[in-house]
């Protein structure tokens, strides 16, 4: 069998694995590259494997970064199943769509941009319609149940404990009666956090590819970050501000409600009527994706701790409280900031890229009285990071505006394992696997990661390279190499197939022209022949795009 690691090398997005048996082509994740431009760049290039020939993926869970390029990969000729938890395939059905809206809109600025300059209009990777479907290639299967794909590979999904749904996968890949069995960790989440299992402990593994993106950090405790987000929200009410939560619409914002509801479902029922204020204070979930996330959440307690399931009085209740507003429709969002009362908002996306946040901290970032608490990672570059910062004065949506809010960062929300949690994780193997490869961390965190489970575990690691493969006989590592090595020849072929296919297209185009005749003066018609002739032109770019590869020898 050969292993390629195609993405999350010394970075935290991309993840994307190729498996190659003797008769199977498959993938674990194929996430979206996300951060700089240079990285997110990435997503343009040509997958390194014809997306016709991958048989199946097995997804470990909802975020972008680990199932972006599904719906690329569906519109490039991927047409097999994709096995993940039935939570995952759900909350896939509205990250999906987004994703695709996100790529529309990119594309169409960008022509904006290219119309001024005459350049040529570039396509979205993939459109809403893609993603919608590409979620009928989705099949969901359930924890710890062994899937037999065919008689040489199987699979089995654990509770990785970072999001609703997530997993560790286990695979078995059987070649010439030998058995081999390796383990994809997902991204791994932390012990102990609210609602959402621990993660789950697998006992044995020959290699494992493992996550990184802490593996050189300890988190403060999860307990001391929230009673630290409390005393922030409880000063800021004080001195009449309101509180602007800035969260990823997956997991963070679900974690901020759940304390939310906890901290005020106990508190308003001891109050009494004299303490108006509290009463009439209102939270606010203003953003559709995550609005849609937390309906998911809420239905499938299957997937939650049951300790917590057991505090709850009323299971209508979880993720929700009485004054708590979901604000679905632009008209309703508009609405927040003319209310009088206080307020706590919590808007996407996370890192103030995009999205309703934007009008949010337009409104309160002068306000001296008000609090913007950010509760996760912010990457180089974005809004979210420059406030951060210290960044005094900032464009928002055109506009600039002083910074005169309070400002927090609080990470110890994370869902991503720390060190000490990610080593946890890997002791519960009982073998010393042959190998343990770490991924998806920056470069520092994986490296420090590395020295450490060579130290404290005695277990060889390896930190590979994009694109690195890895052959193996009899479950050893016989050679290793990259992908690339033999891919002149698959890019030809790729190429000598698109222009097969776009002689196809000219010789349909021209005979229906012929057919209807030129003189024919129905616009319709004309603006169908038009948008024809456009894909057209995005084909013959693709392919100029392959040859020029080509000739770089990439
Ligand atoms: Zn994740």
């Given at each position: 069998?050969?292993?390629?690691?195609?993405?999350?090398?010394?970075?935290?997005?991309?993840?994307?694995?190729?498996i190659?048996?003797k008769?199977?082509?498959?993938?674990?994740?194929?996430g979206?590259?996300?951060?700089?431009?240079?990285?997110?760049?990435?997503?343009?290039?040509?997958?390194?494997?014809?997306?016709e020939?991958?048989?199946?993926?097995?997804?470990?869970?909802?975020?972008?970064?680990?199932?972006?390029?599904?719906?690329?990969?569906?519109?490039?000729?991927?047409?097999?199943?994709?096995?993940?938890t039935?939570?995952?395939?759900?909350?896939?059905?509205?990250?999906?769509?987004?994703?695709?809206?996100?790529?529309?809109?990119?594309a169409?600025?960008?022509n904006?941009?290219?119309?001024?300059?005459?350049?040529?209009?570039?396509?979205?990777?993939?459109?809403?319609?893609?993603?919608?479907?590409?979620?009928?290639l989705?099949?969901?299967?359930?924890?710890?149940y062994?899937?037999?794909?065919?008689?040489?590979?199987?699979?089995?999904?654990?509770?990785?404990?970072?999001?609703?749904?997530?997993?560790?996968?286990?695979?078995?890949?059987?070649?010439?009666?030998?058995t081999?069995?390796?383990?994809?960790?997902?991204?791994?989440?932390?012990?102990?956090?609210?609602?959402?299992?621990?993660?789950?402990?697998?006992?044995?593994?020959?290699?494992?590819?493992?996550?990184?993106?802490?593996?050189?950090?300890?988190?403060?405790?999860?307990?001391?970050?929230?009673?630290?987000?409390?005393?922030?929200?409880?000063?800021?009410?004080?001195?009449?501000?309101?509180?602007?939560?800035?969260?990823f619409?997956?997991?963070?914002?679900?974690?901020i409600?759940?304390?939310?509801?906890?901290?005020?479902?106990?508190?308003?029922?001891?109050?009494?009527?004299?303490?108006?204020?509290?009463?009439?204070?209102?939270?606010?979930?203003?953003?559709?994706?995550?609005?849609?996330?937390?309906?998911?959440?809420?239905?499938?307690?299957?997937?939650?701790?049951?300790?917590?399931?057991?505090?709850?009085?009323?299971?209508?209740?979880?993720l929700?409280?009485?004054?708590?507003?979901m604000?679905?429709?632009?008209?309703?969002?508009?609405?927040?900031?003319?209310?009088?009362?206080?307020?706590i908002?919590?808007?996407?996306?996370?890192?103030?890229?995009?999205?309703?946040?934007?009008?949010?901290?337009?409104?309160?970032?002068?306000?001296?009285?008000?609090?913007?608490?950010?509760?996760?990672?912010?990457?180089?570059?974005?809004?979210?990071?420059?406030?951060?910062?210290?960044?005094?004065?900032?464009?928002?949506?055109?506009?600039?505006?002083?910074?005169r809010?309070?400002?927090?960062?609080l990470?110890?929300?994370?869902?991503?394992?720390?060190?000490?949690?990610?080593?946890?994780?890997l002791?519960?193997?009982?073998?010393?696997?042959?190998?343990?490869f770490?991924?998806?961390?920056?470069?520092?965190?994986?490296?420090?990661?590395?020295?450490?489970?060579?130290?404290?575990?005695?277990f060889?690691?390896?930190?590979?390279?994009?694109?690195?493969?890895f052959?193996?006989?009899?479950?050893?590592?016989?050679?290793?190499?990259?992908?690339?090595?033999?891919?002149?020849?698959?890019?030809?072929d790729?190429?000598?197939?698109?222009?097969?296919?776009?002689?196809q297209?000219?010789?349909?185009?021209?005979?229906?022209?012929?057919?209807?005749?030129?003189?024919?003066?129905?616009?319709?018609?004309?603006?169908?022949?038009?948008?024809?002739?456009?894909?057209?032109?995005?084909?013959?770019?693709?392919?100029?795009?392959?040859?020029?590869?080509?000739?770089?020898?990439?």
């Open positions: 069998m050969k292993v390629s690691f195609l993405g999350a090398n010394r970075l935290v997005s991309g993840s994307c694995y190729l190659q048996t008769y199977k082509k498959f993938l674990i994740d194929c979206f590259f996300r951060g700089e431009e240079s990285i997110v760049r990435l997503n343009y290039q040509p997958f390194s494997f014809r997306p020939e991958i048989d199946f993926v097995i997804l470990t869970h909802a975020h972008i970064d680990h199932c972006g390029r599904i719906p690329q990969l569906f519109k490039e000729g991927f047409h097999g199943q994709v096995y993940c039935k939570s995952t395939m759900e909350l896939c059905a509205v990250m999906l769509p987004d994703s695709g809206q996100i790529q529309e809109e990119d169409e600025e960008e904006q941009r290219r119309l001024r300059t005459g350049e040529r209009f570039i396509e979205p990777l993939y459109d809403i319609e893609d993603a919608l479907d590409c979620l009928l989705f099949r969901g299967v359930p924890y710890q062994k899937i037999n794909v065919d008689e040489n590979i199987s699979f089995r999904l654990q509770d990785a404990g970072h999001v609703l749904g997530s997993a560790a996968v286990e695979l078995w890949v059987t070649e010439d009666g030998q081999c069995k390796w383990l994809f960790s997902g991204d791994i989440g932390r012990k102990n956090k609210p609602f959402l299992k621990n993660p789950q402990i697998v006992k044995e593994a020959d290699y494992v590819v493992i996550e990184s993106t802490y593996g050189a950090r300890k988190h403060r405790p999860y307990r001391q970050e929230v009673k630290k987000f409390f005393s922030i929200i409880d000063k800021t009410l004080k001195r009449g501000g309101d509180v602007i939560i800035p969260a619409a997956l997991q963070r914002a679900q974690d409600i759940y304390e939310l509801s906890h901290y005020y479902n106990v508190q308003l029922k001891q109050l009494s009527n004299k303490d108006k204020k509290l009463k009439k204070l209102r939270f606010y979930l203003d953003s559709p994706l995550a609005i849609a996330a937390t309906k998911i959440y809420r239905n499938n307690l299957q997937d939650f701790a049951q300790k917590d399931l057991r505090i709850m009085e009323n299971k209508n209740q979880l929700d409280f009485q004054s708590l507003r604000t679905s429709t632009a008209k309703a969002s508009k609405q927040i900031n003319r209310s009088k009362r206080s307020k908002i919590i808007s996407a996306s996370g890192m103030c890229d995009g999205g309703r946040i934007q009008y949010h901290l337009k409104e309160h970032l002068w306000k001296k009285e008000s609090s913007i608490i950010f509760v996760g990672y912010q990457a180089e570059g974005t809004l979210g990071k420059k406030i951060i910062s210290g960044e005094k004065c900032l464009d928002i949506m055109d506009e600039m505006v002083d910074v809010a309070e400002i927090y960062h990470d110890g929300f994370s869902s991503h394992a720390d060190q000490t949690e990610l080593l946890w994780w002791k519960g193997l009982r073998n010393k696997p042959k190998m343990v770490v991924v998806h961390g920056e470069k520092e965190e994986s490296e420090g990661f590395a020295e450490l489970v060579e130290q404290q575990l005695g060889n690691t390896y930190i590979p390279v994009m694109g690195e493969t052959y193996l006989k009899d479950k050893e590592i016989v050679t290793q190499g990259m992908i690339k090595d033999g891919s002149k020849e698959l890019q030809l790729e190429i000598l197939i698109d222009l097969n296919k776009i002689k297209k000219f010789s349909l185009l021209l005979s229906e022209i012929e057919l209807y005749g030129l003189d024919n003066e129905q616009e319709s018609l004309w603006y169908k022949i038009k948008q024809r002739v456009e894909e057209l032109q995005g084909d013959i770019r693709k392919v100029k795009y392959l040859i020029k590869e080509n000739e770089l020898g990439v």
